[in-house]
């Protein structure tokens, strides 16, 4: 299995893999929502900066 090296494109799939574990299991995280939050919007950014 080969690892990306974009930075921006790993954090997508992290959020996109936190995002459907949480669908389906309930885990109580204090601010999962603006973890979450951050963690899209540094992904956007990186991804549009190309890095």
């Given at each position: 299995?080969?690892?990306?090296?974009?930075?921006?494109?790993?954090?997508?799939?992290?959020?996109?893999?936190?995002?459907?574990?949480?669908?389906?299991?309930s885990i109580p995280i204090p601010f999962l929502n603006i973890i979450m939050a951050i963690l899209a919007l540094a992904s956007g950014i990186l991804i549009l900066i190309g890095k």
């Open positions: 299995m080969k690892i990306t090296k974009n930075l921006g494109m790993l954090l997508l799939g992290i959020w996109l893999i936190l995002t459907g574990l949480l669908g389906i299991v």
